[in-house]
T-cell receptor, first 116, second 111 residues
Framework: AQSVTQPDIHITVSEGASLELRCNYSYGATPYLFWYVQSPGQGLQLLLKYFSGDTLVQGIKGFEAEFKRSQSSFNLRKPSVHWSDAAEYFCAVGDNSGGSNYKLTFGKGTLLTVNP | DTGVSQNPRHKITKRGQNVTFRCDPI?????LYWYRQTLGQGPEFLTYFQNEAQLEKSRLLSDRFSAERPKGSFSTLEIQRTEQGDSAMYLC?????????FGDGTRLSIL
C-alpha cells in the first residue's frame, strides 16, 4: 500500500528566508507525486505535480520540488518565503500504473508559520 | 475561483439525521473524487467516479454513505443516520489525472 510521511508537523520561518518541506513516500512502482496548499477553511490548491521526466518540477507561487527516487523523497522548496505563504502543505502520492484511477494518498501535512 | 462549487459550505445536524452534499464542477471532467478530511489530518479517499460510473469505494465508505453522479456532471454524497464520527470536511475534486482541482468543501458538524 502506498503511504506518505511528512516528518515536520510545524515549521516556522522568517519572511524572506528559504524554505524546504520534507516528503517521503512509500510506493512499489513509479509514483506520481503532488504538493498542495490549504488555507484555513478552504479546499486544497495544487502547487505542482510530478508524473515523469525532469525530476525538478516548477510550480505556482515560486515553489519547486525535486523527485529523488533513491531517497523516496519529493521535497518542496521556495527560495524566499512571503507572509502569504503561511498555510498547511500536503504531499500526496498516487498510482501511476496503467488503467489507474489516479486516487491519491495524502500525508498529514506540515503547518507553515511565517514570522515578519 | 477553484472551478468546483460545493454546497452547502457548512452543515450542522443532529445525530441520526440524513444529510446530502452537492458538488458542481464548473467545466466537464471525466474523473470526480470525494475525500474526507478530519482536523489535523490530510484528506482521505472516499470514492471515485469516471463519468457516471462509480468505480471505486474506500472501506471508509460504510453502507450509510452513498454517492451518485448522474449524467456524469455534478455529484451528490449522502450520509444516512449520521454519527458523531462523521464530523469532518467533505471535499470534492476533479481532474483528468488525479484530483487536481478541489472545492472549498462542506464542513459537517454533528450535534
Amino acid at each position: 500500500a502506498q503511504s506518505v510521511t511528512q516528518p515536520d508537523i510545524h515549521i516556522t520561518v522568517s519572511e524572506g528566508a528559504s524554505l524546504e518541506l520534507r516528503c517521503n513516500y512509500s510506493y512499489g512502482a513509479t509514483p506520481y507525486l503532488f504538493w498542495y496548499v490549504q488555507s484555513p477553511g478552504q479546499g486544497l490548491q495544487l502547487l505542482l505535480k510530478y508524473f515523469s521526466g525532469d525530476t525538478l518540477v516548477q510550480g505556482i507561487k515560486g515553489f519547486e520540488a525535486e523527485f529523488k527516487r533513491s531517497q523516496s523523497s519529493f521535497n518542496l522548496r521556495k527560495p524566499s518565503v512571503h507572509w502569504s505563504d503561511a498555510a498547511e502543505y500536503f504531499c500526496a502520492v498516487g498510482d501511476n500504473s496503467g488503467g489507474s484511477n489516479y486516487k491519491l494518498t495524502f500525508g498529514k501535512g506540515t503547518l507553515l508559520t511565517v514570522n515578519p | 475561483d477553484t472551478g468546483v462549487s460545493q454546497n452547502p459550505r457548512h452543515k450542522i445536524t443532529k445525530r441520526g439525521q440524513n444529510v446530502t452534499f452537492r458538488c458542481d464542477p464548473i467545466s466537464e471532467h471525466n474523473r470526480l473524487y470525494w475525500y474526507r478530511q478530519t482536523l489535523g489530518q490530510g484528506p482521505e479517499f472516499l470514492t471515485y467516479f469516471q463519468n457516471e460510473a462509480q468505480l471505486e469505494k474506500s472501506r471508509l465508505l460504510s453502507d450509510r454513505f452513498s454517492a451518485e453522479r448522474p449524467k456524469g456532471s455534478f455529484s451528490t454524497l449522502e450520509i444516512q443516520r449520521t454519527e458523531q464520527g462523521d464530523s469532518a470536511m467533505y471535499l470534492c475534486a476533479f481532474g483528468d489525472r488525479g484530483p487536481q482541482h478541489f472545492g472549498d468543501g462542506t464542513r459537517l458538524s454533528i450535534l
